[in-house]
């Protein structure tokens, strides 16, 4: 299982204790160190059953520096996903990838429910 993270961000930190504290083996991966593929996002997005939009970061200062509220709407997806590529602080973290699931976000409900954990 991959966490991927920002080190810095307090949701990410959260989760990252949650998954220690539940017992969970994780390889860590630093979101900004080792930005995702344009490849893993879109195997991660198709994977996770997620609108595109949810795989951004709407709360980075970069998405709104972009002003990515009004521009996304009118963008395709491969350019969602070039721009995705271009840097990890667009991408919503933290990301939690299974072999059979890929998280976007913390949500402990729907983390506990994917790791099968009452």
Same mark, same amino acid.
């Given at each position: 299982?991959? !966490?991927?993270?920002?080190?810095?961000?307090?949701?990410?930190?959260?989760?990252?204790?949650?998954?220690?504290?539940?017992? *969970?083996? !994780?390889?860590? %991966?630093? *979101?900004?160190? #080792? #930005?995702?593929?344009?490849?893993?996002? +879109?195997?991660?997005?198709?994977?996770?059953?997620?609108? @595109? +939009?949810? !795989?951004? #970061?709407?709360?980075?200062?970069?998405? %709104?520096?972009?002003?990515?509220?009004? %521009?996304?709407?009118?963008?395709?997806?491969?350019?969602?996903?070039?721009?995705?590529?271009?840097?990890?602080?667009?991408?919503?973290?933290? @990301?939690? *990838?299974?072999?059979?699931?890929?998280? =976007?976000? !913390?949500?402990?409900? %729907?983390?506990?429910? =994917?790791?099968? *954990?009452?």
């Amino acid at each position: 299982m991959v !966490f991927v993270c920002y080190p810095k961000c307090t949701t990410c930190l959260k989760a990252r204790k949650w998954l220690e504290d539940n017992g *969970i083996v !994780f390889e860590e %991966r630093n *979101i900004k160190d #080792n #930005n995702p593929s344009l490849e893993e996002l +879109k195997d991660w997005h198709k994977r996770s059953g997620l609108p @595109l +939009k949810k !795989f951004f #970061n709407t709360s980075g200062m970069l998405y %709104r520096e972009l002003n990515l509220k009004d %521009r996304l709407p009118a963008m395709s997806e491969d350019e969602q996903y070039q721009l995705l590529a271009s840097d990890g602080m667009l991408v919503k973290r933290p @990301l939690l *990838i299974g072999d059979s699931f890929v998280l =976007a976000g !913390f949500n402990e409900a %729907r983390w506990k429910a =994917a790791l099968g *954990i009452k």
